[in-house]
Protein backbone atom coordinates (compact mmCIF):
# COMPACT_ATOMS: atom_id res chain seq x y z
CA UNK A 1 0.00 0.00 0.00
CA UNK A 2 1.47 3.13 -1.02
CA UNK A 3 1.48 5.94 1.27
CA UNK A 4 2.53 9.48 0.87
CA UNK A 5 2.18 11.44 4.11
CA UNK A 6 3.19 15.36 3.88
CA UNK A 7 3.58 17.24 6.86
CA UNK A 8 5.16 20.56 7.93
CA UNK A 9 2.58 23.25 6.87
CA UNK A 10 1.54 25.67 9.65
CA UNK A 11 0.71 29.27 9.90
CA UNK A 12 3.46 32.08 9.29
CA UNK A 13 3.54 35.69 8.69
CA UNK A 14 4.23 37.60 4.82
CA UNK A 15 8.22 36.72 4.89
CA UNK A 16 8.56 33.75 6.73
CA UNK A 17 9.81 30.31 5.88
CA UNK A 18 8.73 27.07 6.02
CA UNK A 19 9.69 23.69 4.70
CA UNK A 20 7.45 20.66 3.78
CA UNK A 21 8.03 16.80 3.75
CA UNK A 22 6.59 14.17 2.37
CA UNK A 23 7.48 10.47 3.31
CA UNK A 24 6.92 8.33 0.74
CA UNK A 25 6.30 4.68 1.48
CA UNK A 26 5.01 1.37 0.12
CA UNK A 27 6.87 1.86 -3.41
CA UNK A 28 10.38 2.16 -4.80
CA UNK A 29 10.92 6.03 -3.89
CA UNK A 30 13.47 6.11 -6.55
CA UNK A 31 11.78 4.71 -9.50
CA UNK A 32 9.72 7.55 -9.19
CA UNK A 33 9.87 11.75 -9.85
CA UNK A 34 8.47 13.82 -7.01
CA UNK A 35 6.41 16.84 -7.23
CA UNK A 36 4.33 19.21 -4.92
CA UNK A 37 0.97 20.94 -5.83
CA UNK A 38 -1.37 23.63 -3.94
CA UNK A 39 -4.57 23.86 -3.96
CA UNK A 40 -6.55 27.85 -2.67
CA UNK A 41 -10.14 27.42 -1.85
CA UNK A 42 -12.25 27.69 -4.65
CA UNK A 43 -9.42 27.33 -6.90
CA UNK A 44 -8.16 24.22 -9.05
CA UNK A 45 -4.50 22.52 -7.79
CA UNK A 46 -2.13 23.68 -9.50
CA UNK A 47 1.53 22.75 -10.07
CA UNK A 48 4.16 24.23 -7.65
CA UNK A 49 7.56 22.57 -8.05
CA UNK A 50 8.68 18.62 -9.29
CA UNK A 51 12.11 17.08 -9.68
CA UNK A 52 13.87 13.48 -11.04
CA UNK A 53 13.91 10.16 -9.63
CA UNK A 54 17.71 11.52 -9.29
CA UNK A 55 18.07 15.14 -8.23
CA UNK A 56 19.30 15.45 -11.54
CA UNK A 57 16.53 17.78 -12.54
CA UNK A 58 13.78 20.69 -10.94
CA UNK A 59 11.07 22.50 -11.82
CA UNK A 60 9.20 25.16 -10.70
CA UNK A 61 6.03 27.25 -11.48
CA UNK A 62 6.96 30.90 -12.39
CA UNK A 63 5.02 32.16 -8.85
CA UNK A 64 7.80 30.56 -6.52
CA UNK A 65 10.35 30.30 -8.83
CA UNK A 66 13.69 31.85 -6.77
CA UNK A 67 11.42 31.64 -3.46
CA UNK A 68 10.69 27.90 -3.13
CA UNK A 69 13.56 24.93 -3.27
CA UNK A 70 12.49 20.85 -4.06
CA UNK A 71 14.77 18.40 -2.84
CA UNK A 72 14.71 15.22 -2.00
CA UNK A 73 16.72 12.28 0.50
CA UNK A 74 16.61 8.73 -1.69
CA UNK A 75 18.06 7.38 1.51
CA UNK A 76 15.11 8.62 3.47
CA UNK A 77 11.76 8.66 0.83
CA UNK A 78 11.09 11.78 1.58
CA UNK A 79 10.68 15.08 -0.61
CA UNK A 80 11.09 18.35 0.83
CA UNK A 81 9.85 21.77 -0.52
CA UNK A 82 11.15 24.77 1.51
CA UNK A 83 9.71 27.98 1.09
CA UNK A 84 10.91 31.10 1.95
CA UNK A 85 9.89 34.75 0.96
CA UNK A 86 6.29 33.68 1.79
CA UNK A 87 3.14 36.23 0.54
CA UNK A 88 -0.18 35.58 1.47
CA UNK A 89 -1.13 34.03 -2.06
CA UNK A 90 0.66 31.09 -0.90
CA UNK A 91 -2.07 30.35 1.45
CA UNK A 92 -3.26 26.90 0.69
CA UNK A 93 -3.55 22.84 0.87
CA UNK A 94 -0.13 21.61 0.00
CA UNK A 95 0.07 18.15 -1.27
CA UNK A 96 3.09 16.23 -2.68
CA UNK A 97 2.54 13.27 -5.50
CA UNK A 98 4.73 10.94 -7.36
CA UNK A 99 4.85 10.07 -11.04
CA UNK A 100 7.11 6.84 -12.38
CA UNK A 101 9.83 7.84 -13.83
CA UNK A 102 9.85 7.31 -18.09
CA UNK A 103 12.37 8.97 -20.69
CA UNK A 104 9.41 10.85 -21.89
CA UNK A 105 7.32 12.18 -18.55
CA UNK A 106 9.26 14.68 -17.38
CA UNK A 107 7.73 17.36 -20.03
CA UNK A 108 4.28 16.52 -17.96
CA UNK A 109 5.25 17.49 -14.45
CA UNK A 110 3.23 20.25 -14.63
CA UNK A 111 -0.28 18.11 -15.09
CA UNK A 112 -1.53 16.67 -12.12
CA UNK A 113 -3.47 13.69 -14.20
CA UNK A 114 -0.15 12.44 -14.79
CA UNK A 115 0.36 11.59 -10.90
CA UNK A 116 0.23 8.32 -9.96
CA UNK A 117 -0.51 8.74 -6.32
CA UNK A 118 -0.70 11.83 -3.86
CA UNK A 119 -0.14 12.76 -0.26
CA UNK A 120 -3.32 13.81 2.30
CA UNK A 121 -2.10 17.61 1.70
CA UNK A 122 -0.82 19.99 4.31
CA UNK A 123 -2.31 23.28 5.24
CA UNK A 124 -0.16 26.93 4.61
CA UNK A 125 -1.60 29.83 5.94
CA UNK A 126 0.40 33.08 5.39
CA UNK A 127 -0.40 35.89 6.74
CA UNK A 128 -0.14 39.81 5.84
Known amino acids: QVQLVASGGGSVQAGGSLRLSCAAS????????MGWFRQAPGKEREFVAA????????GYSNSVKGRFTISRDNAKNTVYLQMSSLKPEDTAAYYC?????????????????????WGQGTEVTVSS
Open 51 to 58: ITRGSSFT
Open 97 to 117: GGFKWSSTNWGRREEARNYDY
Open 26 to 33: GLTFTAYN
